[in-house]
């Protein structure tokens, strides 16, 4: 006769351990995501600044967005964007990662020390030192390029929209590299050196163990810190929005956080500033649920 088996015995701590940092997450983000949604579905400019009460529109600033061109142009350039920057951040990242558990320990302190400093500096005062570097007039780019005998005096790096993403993707990746370095560095040192070495002894080679060892235990790592590079750089606004005051065509060179600031802010136009905004929000749910599927499946295995 098979015994029974004990009834496992409920208790509510858990749960009320987590209600209140639920209560309170759900207070500060659900009252700004419920008004924005009003918002969006209202024509709130100006005027309604000054009390006039907003009109009701419906779906109309979603039918507006939808029909113009120009949103679908940002889209793209955004996602492209994006996805460029995620790309290089990772490879750079993991690359250097790799790296520095092949480097001394001075050495790799060292570049800790440096990427640590990069990571830790303010974004508007990284910004500075990047204009000045790529100025037109006294950029020390312009200054290089010109004594090595290319005539780069007076070159105009933001104007054109090419060499402005350049610039852009160069100070995204280069203030994103740090923490995928971190993370992943933290992850490789958790894999197991017996692992490894029983590898090695069958015949694996250093790609084989990589690929076959190495990568498989920190998966799930580089899966978090993919996603959360896209969903960063799918809304970076700072730094394309101090190139553009440096000297970039915002037209050309709007994202999406910049042209919501420019419809909002800018325009006046903040109920179709608060529909771009849920676009966005919808775009980046569309883009990150696949690696979110990804990491769930990986949990229930």
């Not at 520095?100 to 500075?128: D, E």
């Amino acid at each position: 006769m098979a015994r029974r088996q004990p009834a496992v015995r409920r208790t509510p701590l858990p749960i009320g351990l987590v209600l209140p940092a639920a209560a309170l997450l759900a207070l500060a983000l659900g009252y700004p995501l419920g008004r924005q949604v009003v918002l969006s579905l209202q024509e709130f400019g100006l005027a309604q600044q000054f009390g006039r009460p907003p009109e009701w529109v419906g779906l109309g600033n979603y039918r507006e967005l939808v029909g113009d061109s120009y949103l679908w142009t940002v889209v793209g350039r955004t996602v492209a964007f994006c996805f460029v920057n995620a790309a290089l951040t990772m490879g750079i990242g993991v690359g250097i990662a790799l790296l520095m558990t092949r480097m001394s320990r001075w050495v790799r302190i060292a570049v800790q020390s440096g990427l640590l400093l990069t990571w830790a500096t303010p974004v508007v005062a990284a910004m500075i030192v990047w204009q000045f570097l790529f100025d037109t007039d006294y950029g020390v780019v312009n200054a290089v390029l010109t004594g090595l005998g290319w005539d780069y005096d007076g070159h105009s790096w933001l104007i054109e929209p090419m060499s402005f993403f350049t610039i852009a993707t160069m100070i995204v990746v280069w203030m994103s590299v740090p923490f995928v370095v971190f993370t992943t560095y933290a992850a490789l040192t958790q894999v197991p050196d017996d692992v490894v070495e029983a590898a090695e002894i069958d015949g694996a080679g250093a790609w084989q163990r990589f690929v076959h060892v190495v990568l498989p235990t920190v998966r799930p790592v580089l899966l978090v810190v993919l996603l959360l590079q896209i969903i960063w750089d799918l809304r970076v606004f700072t730094q394309i929005y101090t190139l553009q005051k440096a000297g970039g065509i915002t037209r050309d060179t709007n994202l999406l956080g910049t042209y919501i600031y420019t419809l909002g802010i800018k325009g006046g136009d903040f109920g179709t500033a608060a529909a771009a905004a849920m676009f966005m929000l919808v775009l980046t749910v569309i883009l990150t649920a696949p690696y979110v599927r990804v990491m769930l499946r990986q949990e229930e295995d």
